[in-house]
């Protein structure tokens, strides 16, 4: 098995499934995307390594790096444990006694600061558009903010008591504005 994006550097972790490496998604159907900030220095393939490596219960579908550069973790098809259970607080259309990890994809976005406070590089922010606009396309998720439907969400609006900072800053009129221009307005090559 390898990367399911085609722009993907496939660096596998077994942080996914209840129980553990478990396929799938307990029937549940993906429906979200969630915009994560890593909160911690390094590149996609060490956050990656990360992963791999460390006792933290934690792992994600795909990381992207602050030079563009995309990793993919985990298989879509599968619940990475990078969300959890929706806090008190959590936006409304999460549904509770739901684990969000099996209704969601997550991606994760290079900031090495520990509260995500900077930016998304321009490499970075295109590479994430794209992979967001193949993800909706290919997997049927709405491309606009999450509601109970399905869409793109902030890792705080599943957590937000212990996760407020996550993404920190991210380009979202940017991201609608280029999820819905036309495929050739999109200024990028053939994909």
């Known amino acids: 098995m390898g990367a399911q994006y085609p722009q993907a550097l496939w660096m596998p972790h077994e942080k996914y499934g209840y129980p553990q490496g478990t396929q799938g998604r307990n029937g549940q159907a993906l429906r979200y ?12 393939q060490e956050v990656a390594r990360y992963f791999q490596s460390s006792p933290v219960e934690a792992g994600t579908h795909f990381v992207i ?21 929706p806090q008190p607080g959590a936006d409304p259309f999460w549904p509770r006694g739901i684990n969000a990890n099996l209704l969601t994809v997550s991606i994760e976005h290079c900031k090495p600061s520990p509260d995500n406070r900077e930016e998304l590089t321009e490499a ?11 993800l909706c396309e290919r997997f049927g998720i709405p491309a606009r903010a999450a509601d109970a439907a399905g869409g793109i969400a902030t890792h705080a609006s599943i957590a937000p008591n212990d996760r407020a900072f996550c993404p920190g800053p991210y380009p979202w009129d940017d991201l609608y504005a280029y999820l819905h221009r036309p495929s050739g307005l999109r200024g990028e090559g053939q994909e």
């Open 65 to 85: 790096g602050r030079d563009g550069a995309v990793v993919q973790c985990c298989l879509i098809e599968d619940a990475a444990w990078g969300n959890g259970g």
């Open 124 to 134: 970075q922010g295109q590479a994430s558009f794209r992979l967001i606009r193949w």
């Open 33 to 44: 995307v969630v915009v994560h900030g890593t909160g911690m220095p390094g590149s996609a």
